[in-house]
Every structure is written in structure tokens, then in C-alpha cells.
């Protein structure tokens, strides 16, 4: 089954800009459509392999920092090509 995922992360701490970059970094390096915008995150793929990969993914992240607050939203469907009607 194919979903899109957006995600924002914010590492509650005051050197948080690195751990953003970190995360994106990781997921840029998956096998999973990435796209970014300065708000969230978008991943795009299948969602079972996807959601196991941003479990690693985000508890390396949680590691890393004091506290981080992820937000995630999922769409069960693949939503890269989406362009507006309007």
C-alpha cells in the first residue's frame, strides 16, 4: 500500500538547526521519494517498509537530542505528483 507521510521535526533545544539537517540528511538517503519545504518534510513510498525505516530513523534522532517533538501526518496514497486544480 502506498502512503505519504509529512513530517516536521523540532528538536527542543537551543542548537536545534543540526539535528533538523541530521534528519533530513537521513532521509534523503533512503530509498523513499524525499521532498522538503522550509515547513516539513514529505516522504513518499510503501507504507509498511517506510514506516520501519522512520521508526530507526527517528529514534536515532531522539538519541541525539534532550527532547524533539515530531509531527506526522499520513495519507493512504502517493501524493508526490500532486499539482493544484486551482
Given at each position: 500500500?502506498?502512503?505519504s507521510i509529512?513530517l516536521t521535526?523540532s528538536?527542543?533545544?537551543?542548537?536545534?538547526?543540526?539535528?533538523?539537517?541530521?534528519?533530513?540528511?537521513t532521509?534523503?538517503?533512503?530509498?523513499?521519494e524525499v521532498?522538503e519545504?522550509?515547513?516539513a518534510?514529505q516522504?513518499?513510498?510503501?507504507?509498511t517498509p517506510m514506516?520501519?525505516f522512520?521508526?530507526?530513523?527517528?529514534?536515532?534522532?531522539?538519541?541525539e537530542?534532550?527532547?524533539v517533538?515530531?509531527?506526522?501526518?499520513?495519507?493512504?496514497?502517493d501524493?508526490?505528483?500532486?499539482?493544484?486544480?486551482?
Open positions: 500500500m502506498k502512503a509529512e521535526m528538536p527542543l533545544q537551543d542548537d536545534y538547526e543540526q539535528h533538523i539537517i541530521d534528519f533530513i540528511k532521509l534523503r538517503e533512503s530509498e523513499f521532498l519545504n522550509p515547513l518534510t516522504i513518499y513510498g510503501d507504507f514506516m520501519s522512520l521508526t530507526k530513523a527517528m529514534e536515532k534522532s531522539m538519541e537530542t534532550k527532547a517533538l515530531f509531527y506526522m501526518k499520513v495519507v493512504k496514497t501524493r508526490h505528483n500532486y499539482e493544484p486544480f486551482f
